[in-house]
Nanobody, 118 residues
Framework: VQLVESGGGLVQPGGSLSLSCRVS????????MNWHRQATGKERELVAA????????SYANSVKGRFTISRDNAKNMVILQMTSLKPEDTAVYYC????????????WGQGTQVTISS
């Protein structure tokens, strides 16, 4: 199983960025997908989640209205679109797959760095 994130980088405050996570080695449509982030010196936090069929999404209060999670089950990909970025969004962002019926079956990507700075 592989989860490969891409799209991270350095962006000025107020800017936008789109992260992608390409998944292989599992039945993608059987997995709920999450984006987490971890800032230096802080605990990892759940940022956004989408159910296996894409019918339901949820967001941390800190990103609600600014981030959008989506998925393409035909391409085995989940995307996190981030707008109005703030310095406090700086973190390593991780893609996470959780089996919809067996949550103990889950996988993580290696992470991608997002830095918001002028």
């Amino acid at each position: 199983v592989q989860l490969v994130e891409s799209g991270g980088g350095l962006v000025q405050p107020g800017g936008s960025l789109s992260l992608s996570c390409r998944v292989s080695g599992l039945t993608f449509s059987s997995y709920d997908m999450n984006w987490h982030r971890q800032a230096t010196g802080k605990e990892r936090e759940l940022v956004a989640a989408i159910t296996s069929g894409g019918g339901s999404t949820s967001y941390a209060n800190s990103v609600k209205g600014r981030f959008t999670i989506s998925r393409d089950n035909a391409k085995n990909m989940v995307i996190l679109q981030m707008t109005s970025l703030k310095p406090e969004d700086t973190a390593v962002y991780y893609c996470n797959a959780v089996h919809k019926w067996r949550p103990t079956t889950n996988y993580w990507g290696q992470g991608t760095q997002v830095t918001i700075s002028s």
